[in-house]
């Protein structure tokens, strides 16, 4: 059996079911992403990407894109987690999720103008609030160290609530009006 990264290179379109919740809302469990093979030149801000950081193969949102000795590094995050993941090389990207097919209803084609502006905004927003959590991480250890503090975690759940709450209510907005037409 060939594994994804052969499918995706000979030119295959690839169809696998999300398991797991680290881009909820926009992903949910159940649904298919459908990936194709990528050139990281060809990758943007907000593209989100199929790679294997190990094992396993995870699919999450470009929030970042450099150069590091002539070789393309890119930084990852899902969309319902607080940090980001560690940096990929391009050697460990497959492809480019290109659609979602949600189950009873239709499919978003995320290769269209407005879902590449909306995918943009949210790598935008991403970035941002990954880079508040990490202030405040910073924070945390510099004033409190390795200890465990109520307040800290007071603080790291409204934080998850400011977050969280408008990015799902946006996302769910656009993917709903785009499954009911």
Do not use: Q
């Amino acid at each position: 059996m060939e594994s994804s990264k052969e499918v995706l290179d000979r030119g295959y379109i690839l169809r696998a079911p999300i398991i797991g919740t680290c881009m909820h809302p926009f992903f949910i469990e159940k649904d298919i992403i459908i990936g194709k093979s990528i050139l990281t030149p060809e990758m943007h801000i907000g593209d989100i990407i199929i790679y294997t950081p190990g094992d396993v193969m995870k699919a999450h949102r470009v929030i970042r894109k450099y150069k590091k000795n002539d070789k393309t590094v890119v930084i990852t995050k899902g969309d319902n987690i607080l940090d980001f993941d560690i940096p990929l090389n391009e050697n460990k990207i497959l492809g480019k999720v290109i659609s979602i097919e949600k189950p009873g209803e239709s499919v978003i084609n995320l290769e269209t103008r407005t879902w590449r502006i909306i995918n943009y905004i949210i790598a935008i927003y991403s970035l941002s609030t990954g880079l508040i959590y990490r202030k405040l991480w910073l924070t945390k250890r510099i004033f409190i160290g390795n200890r465990n503090s109520r307040l800290i975690n007071f603080i790291a759940k409204i934080l998850r609530v400011i977050i969280f709450v408008p990015l799902k209510l946006f996302v769910n907005l656009f993917v709903w009006s785009v499954c009911k037409k």
